[in-house]
């Protein structure tokens, strides 16, 4: 971040480290602001444990997937109109000469639903995946400072309609929509005193003492083990997740001890959703089918919205209440002499399936020194009633699809839907969403952090493109794709060798060569600009300062550092939210959009030969952090800041 993003950060640390007085101010402070993005809500009737509630006046059902949702379709009525200012300010800065960007959205102001529909996509690779996808959110979000400045895309997120992100990409996603749509900003601002994105301070250990959090070690073992008890002495099953969802609560919701209460569901009723002033954020997660071990691609995808769980996949093609998951549903409904339950979907919960690959992190506990036998030994037990190769599961229970859809649907036969990580298809990216013709998507942002190279191809922990290719062949799969499109895209090697993994790449632009209508994908691959980012997936302590290093890179990644790459660069991106309106209005495209797709569009060569190893070179000046910049300040440039710092207090 800018000289002052940082200084604010190293100047709280160097505050709480060199003062004692500086310290208790500045947890006033941080208290007074934690009021300020109280998150999505505490609606679970019992904590942690699903429990008993009266049932709304419509008994709550499955239904088929064959269309949206009727709240996401009221929702989109509102959203729509909400992106029209947004995207007339955006497309007015970015500079597409020849195109009247402020007439065009006047013109179709009356009908919101004809105007580019914009949606993001934020892909799995652990903390790497969540910090460098924070980058690219801060940039498109018009709240970060100076993003709507030249070479600048901010406003992109306030434009768009829908939000995903999977595994460490869900984390992402799943943190800033529980903390009421709270910017990556905030976040880094609150330095090393703040309450989430502490993830120097490993889950292994447990928040740090003193925070808000005020636990122990022991106390925070404890208290996983505890709330989880609470959940199996409901009468539900509990799987690793359970665990791992509530100790990745402590590091991304804001509430003490991680929100037990605080459900994805209850994100429908926070004011900004509802009103239609946030996207929607939707979390992806794969089936396991009963017997299935290794994931195949064409396992069922899933996605978790603020309404719904569920799948528009041909297998299951059908959607669960999310509210009152943990209800027993039978062939579709739920019985007349069964209770209404709510409080299954805890956030932590949904994050952790999204990312359940890690829950092999929990299974080492047993070998960590600090954690106390009683949680060792609950972790044997799950282990030892699920049987080896499920470790990785979120157990499901009762599953709400039993009976439902016998005919395809894998799980309808079983009480257990076992859900797993949504990247262990190889679909790292979550575009089964997006693609959907229900939501009639124009463009789709896609970060990807995906760890695809390894050592064999040079650096290891690039994006190649895997993801892609991944939905791709899904997407060719006549059974599978029930009705998706995506756009053509070559084989891994092709990516390397052309580049395309190191800038970002246009996919689909020739509406006319598609199956069916898709959107246009804008890849947006994990690059070194400033920082080597390319660190372990499973790294899982990572300094504010390297942290923030990340997350500047990642901004950079997306704005290709602010245009200095390419100075035309935003307005590509222009170029890509209005491709598909240019061709829906059959309209001439602008010259400079031309340009733009002749650099960015993928157009159709292939160069499958084995590429050359993989390692890129920076392509801005790299920032250096093992010098510590940012933490441990001299101690007369502390003094000088403390002054400095007291005056932003008050702001
Ligand atoms: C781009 O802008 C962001 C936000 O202001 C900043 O953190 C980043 O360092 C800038 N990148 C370059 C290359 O100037
Ligand atoms: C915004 O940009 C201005 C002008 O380049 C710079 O002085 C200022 O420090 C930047 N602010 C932040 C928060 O990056
Ligand atoms: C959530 O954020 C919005 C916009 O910043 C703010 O107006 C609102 O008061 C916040 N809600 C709560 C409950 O804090
Ligand atoms: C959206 O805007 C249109 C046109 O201005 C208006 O007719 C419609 O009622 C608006 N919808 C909502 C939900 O505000
Ligand atoms: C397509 O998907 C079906 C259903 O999942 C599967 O049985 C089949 O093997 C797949 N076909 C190919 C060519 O992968
Ligand atoms: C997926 O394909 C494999 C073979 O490629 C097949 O064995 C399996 O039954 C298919 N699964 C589904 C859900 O169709
Ligand atoms: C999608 O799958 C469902 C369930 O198998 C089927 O009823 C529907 O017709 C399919 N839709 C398309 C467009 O193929
Ligand atoms: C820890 O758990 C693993 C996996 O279940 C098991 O193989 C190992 O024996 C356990 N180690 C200890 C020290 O309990
Ligand atoms: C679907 O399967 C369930 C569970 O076996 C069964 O009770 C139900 O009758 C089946 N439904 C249909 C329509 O066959
Ligand atoms: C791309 O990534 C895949 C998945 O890790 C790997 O198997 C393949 O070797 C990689 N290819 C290149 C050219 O990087
Ligand atoms: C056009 O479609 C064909 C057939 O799917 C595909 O082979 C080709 O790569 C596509 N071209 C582009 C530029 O996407
Ligand atoms: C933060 O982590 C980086 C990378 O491991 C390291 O080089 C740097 O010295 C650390 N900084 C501090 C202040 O610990």
Known sequence: MKATQFLTASALSCFAAASAIGRSEIETVYNANLESWRRATPQAPNGYAPGKVDCPSTRPSIRVASSLSSQETSWLEKRRNNTIDPLKDLLGRLNISGFDAGKYIDDNSKNASALPNIAIAFSGGGYRAMMNGAGGLAAFDN???NSTGTGHIGGLLQAATYVAGLSGGGWLVGSIFTNNFTTVQSIIDEGDGGTIWQIGQSIFEGPKKGSIQLL?????????????????DAGYDVSLTDYWGRALSFQLVNASDGGPAYTFSSIQDDDGFKNGNTPMPILVTDERAPGEVAISLNTTNLEFNPWELGSFDPTLYGFAPLRYLGSNFSG????DNSDCVSGFDNVG???GTSSSLFNQLILNLNTTTGVPDLVKEALAKILTA????NDDIADYSPNPFFGFHNDTNPSAQTERLTLVDGGEDLQNIPLNPLIQPNRAVDVIFAVDTSADTTTDNGGAGWPNGTSL?????RSTNATMQNGTAFPAIPDQNTFVNLGLNTRPTFFGCNASNLTGSAPLIVYLPNAPYVYHSNISTFQMDINNTERNTIIQNGYDVVTQGNGTEDSQWPTCVGCAILSRSFDRNSQDVPDVCKQCFDRYCWNGTVASNT?????PNYKLTEVKIASGVGHFLPNVLCAALVAGVSAFLMM
């Open 349 to 351: 919960f949904v994050m």
């Open 469 to 473: 290719v991944a939905t791709y062949e």
């Open 216 to 232: 122990s070690t022991v106390d925070y073992y404890t208290n996983l083990l505890d709330v989880v008890d609470d959940k199996q």
């Open 611 to 615: 590429p050359a190893p993989y390692e």
């Open 332 to 335: 579709g409904s739920l019985p």
């Open 386 to 389: 699920l049987g080896n190769g």
């Open 143 to 145: 709240r970060t400072p």
